[in-house]
C-alpha cells in the first residue's frame, strides 16, 4: 500500500509561481507512475500532469500551455509540480496519484490519491 501526502499549497497572486510536493510512503514510488489532478470549486476532477516511472517521460494537459513541470526524485520518494505564472483558474484542490499504466489522463487509471492541497490564486 502507498500512502501519499501533498503539500506546497497556498495563497499566491496571478502570474505567481507555487511548487507543490507530493510525499510517498509505504511501498516505493519508484515502482508507479505519477500524475497530478485537480479540482475546482463545483467542477469535476481533471488531469494535469504525468511523469513515468523514471522520470524520463512526461506529459501534461492542454491547458497548462508550457507553465507547469512534473518531476520526481526517486531516491526521496516526492514527486513534484512546479507552476508558474498561475492564473486564478488554478484554484483548486491539487492531487498526487499513482498509476501502473503508461501515459494515464483518467482518473480510474490511477490507484492511490493523495488528501490533496489547497492553491488559491487571486486576481
Known amino acids: 500500500q502507498v500512502q501519499l501526502v501533498e503539500s506546497g499549497g497556498g495563497l499566491v497572486q496571478a502570474g505567481g509561481s507555487l511548487r507543490l510536493s507530493c510525499a510517498a510512503s509505504?511501498?516505493?514510488?519508484?515502482?508507479?507512475?505519477m500524475g497530478w489532478f485537480r479540482q475546482a470549486p463545483g467542477k469535476e476532477r481533471e488531469f494535469v500532469a504525468g511523469?513515468?516511472?523514471?522520470?524520463?517521460?512526461?506529459y501534461y494537459a492542454d491547458f497548462v500551455e508550457g507553465r507547469f513541470t512534473i518531476s520526481r526524485d526517486n531516491a526521496k520518494n516526492t514527486v513534484y509540480l512546479q507552476m508558474n505564472n498561475l492564473k486564478p483558474e488554478a484554484t483548486a484542490v491539487y492531487y498526487c496519484?499513482?498509476?501502473?499504466?503508461?501515459?494515464?489522463?483518467?482518473?480510474?487509471?490511477?490507484?492511490?490519491w493523495g488528501q490533496g492541497t489547497q492553491v488559491t490564486v487571486s486576481s
Open positions: 511523469i513515468s516511472w523514471s522520470g524520463s517521460s512526461t
Open positions: 496519484a499513482t498509476t501502473l499504466r503508461t501515459r494515464a489522463t483518467h482518473e480510474w487509471e490511477y490507484d492511490h
Open positions: 509505504g511501498r516505493t514510488v519508484s515502482s508507479y507512475a
